[in-house]
């Protein structure tokens, strides 16, 4: 018997702080003018996409001791962003990156259960964490967390985030014209929570909110982070870039759940991906490699090189090959405050994989870094990407993708005018939103109130 066609989820992610937005074409807009934010918000509602995609940083990037500025310089704050398109969307939910390591839960929790509150319900909040003194210095507690217990404080921060939602489970809020506004449970509110990274009572300000608990996700492929996902979240984004390695990453992490009490249907998996489109699978292919190289300039090339190697390499050409000399393995590194930097844990080896795959295909270093630093990318007609977004998730690679445009904030429109009706056609995405919650929008289970609290 045939199962169901699935559902596909879309997310978009507006471009930020990272390579992939080519600031120098003449489309791209500021990623600070609120315009921006509001042009993507809306195309992302009007193709009917679950919810749009946040990033967040904490400090400016560094390389060789000054500010990466091949870059993205500077970010607005996330929550005044949400909050800010909260208010010209009606059913997108909008989900933020908060960091756990140098935020404290009581503040968190408060923010997101407004958010949820002044969105009706379609806050979603991705839980990433920060071991690197790096960013610390901005932060009191600056270099004092080893980074072996940053998902224990990840754990315990959404530990207790949960325990403040959960605490006016049983408070309503009760309006008589005669007394006024008063609490039916004056316990309402109440909280004590110890353990390894906190220790906080008192009681939490905000009522419970229209999800119960925003919606949570969190990024990483590590073991940690699998088993993080299993336990605690509803959705995971990941990078892998294949049928097969999106398979095996699919039926890893969703077999983690049953120990758990969780139900596969309760965690989706979302691969961050990028799209070109064509009217012919020439022109689209023809087009992602401009892209591409405009992505990824010389200048840039040697930035990529110099993250793996350590060490300075501006007096390499771009267009020449590798460096003979191998990584520098240090704790000390050039460069500071970025996520690439922890994906290399064996740069030697990682030098070595290089020098293969560059002496094999002829590669220069820029023509390297175009291959090894690209996303997951459907490239072709609409027709064709649409074929190929159905394929990986009716065949358990994913449940659906985070979306990344390569220009701000007008990426997405060419794909919500083209290939968002062939999937609609399909019958495997949404042609109106049937709920009002993100949760609703990801098929995901109500949070229940606490058992013997009344809500």
Known sequence: MNRPRKQIHLAAHFPGVNNTTVWSDPDAGSHIDFKSFVHFARTAERAKFDFLFLAEGLRLREQNGVIYDLDVMGRPDTFTILAAVAAVTERLGLAGTINSTFNEPYEVARQFASLDHLSGGRAAWNVVTSWDEFTGENFRRGGFLPQDKRYLRA????????????????????????????????????????????????????PRSPQGHPVILQA?????????????????????????????????????????????????????????????????????????????SGQTAIKFLEQLWNRDLSAYDPDGPLPEIDPLVSENHISRGRASVRQHRDPITTAREWRALAEEKGLSIRELMVQVTARQSFVGTPAQVADALDEFVQTDASDGFVLVPHITPGGLDEFADTVVPLLQERGVFRTEYEGTTLREHLGLRPVPAREGVRS
Do not use: C, M, N
């Open 220 to 296: 990483g492929d590590s073991e940690e982070g699998r088993e993080f996902a299993a336990s605690d979240a509803d959705a995971i984004f990941t990078r892998h870039g294949t049928l097969e390695a999106g398979r095996a990453f699919y039926s890893d992490v969703k077999s983690r759940l049953a120990k758990y009490g969780r139900s596969p249907e309760d965690l989706k998996i979302l691969p961050a991906a990028t799209f070109v489109l064509g009217e012919t699978d020439a022109e689209a292919h023809e087009k992602a490699d401009v892209i591409r190289h405009q992505q990824v």
């Open 155 to 206: 754990k315990e921060f959404l530990a207790a985030a949960k325990e403040l939602w959960d605490s006016w489970s049983g408070g309503e809020i009760v309006a008589d014209a005669a007394s006024g506004t008063f609490l039916s449970d004056p316990d309402a509110g109440r909280f004590l929570i110890t353990s390894d990274q906190f220790d906080i009572g008192g009681r939490f300000s905000v």
